[in-house]
C-alpha cells in the first residue's frame, strides 16, 4: 500500500506563505510527494479553513492567486479532496461514540508526558 500525505491547514498556508519558517521544507516535501499520483489528499473543510486563513494574512491579490493554484492542482488531480458531508460526519459522530472509552487526542490527564 503506497503512503500518501494528508495536507492540514497548516502545510496549506506554508506551503503558500514564503514568510513560514518552514516553508521550503514543506514546499519540498509537497513536491516529492506529487510524484506519485492520487499520494495526497485534504478534506473540503481543510480547504476552506486554508482559503479562509490565506485571506485574512495575505494581500487580497496574493490571497487569491493561492486559492488559483490550490483549485488548478485539485483540478488537475494534482490531489485528491475528501468532501466531508453530512453523512460522513455522522459516522464520524457514530464512530466517537462507540469508542467513548478513548481519548480524542493526548491530553495531561489522559497521558503521561515525559
Given at each position: 500500500?503506497?503512503?500518501?500525505?494528508?495536507?492540514?491547514?497548516?502545510?496549506?498556508?506554508?506551503?503558500?506563505?514564503?514568510?513560514?519558517?518552514?516553508?521550503?521544507?514543506?514546499?519540498?516535501?509537497?513536491?516529492?510527494?506529487?510524484?506519485?499520483?492520487?499520494?495526497?489528499?485534504?478534506?473540503?473543510?481543510?480547504?476552506?479553513?486554508?482559503?479562509?486563513?490565506?485571506?485574512?494574512?495575505?494581500?487580497?491579490?496574493?490571497?487569491?492567486?493561492?486559492?488559483?493554484?490550490?483549485e488548478?492542482?485539485?483540478?488537475?488531480?494534482?490531489?485528491?479532496?475528501?468532501?466531508?458531508?453530512?453523512?460522513?460526519?455522522?459516522?464520524?459522530?457514530?464512530?466517537?461514540?462507540?469508542c467513548?472509552?478513548?481519548?480524542?487526542?493526548?491530553?495531561?490527564?489522559?497521558?503521561?508526558?515525559?
Amino acid at each position: 500500500m503506497r503512503e500518501r500525505l494528508f495536507v492540514d491547514t497548516w502545510g496549506w498556508l506554508t506551503l503558500r506563505d514564503r514568510r513560514e519558517s518552514r516553508h521550503e521544507e514543506v514546499r519540498s516535501y509537497f513536491q516529492e510527494a506529487l510524484q506519485g499520483p492520487g499520494s495526497i489528499f485534504t478534506t473540503d473543510c481543510v480547504l476552506t479553513e486554508s482559503l479562509t486563513l490565506l485571506f485574512k494574512r495575505l494581500p487580497f491579490e496574493k490571497a487569491w492567486e493561492g486559492y488559483q493554484q490550490i483549485e488548478s492542482a485539485r483540478r488537475n488531480d494534482f490531489f485528491d479532496v475528501v468532501w466531508i458531508g453530512r453523512e460522513r460526519f455522522d459516522r464520524a459522530i457514530q464512530f466517537r461514540r462507540r469508542c467513548s472509552d478513548k481519548p480524542a487526542s493526548p491530553s495531561p490527564t489522559s497521558r503521561r508526558w515525559s
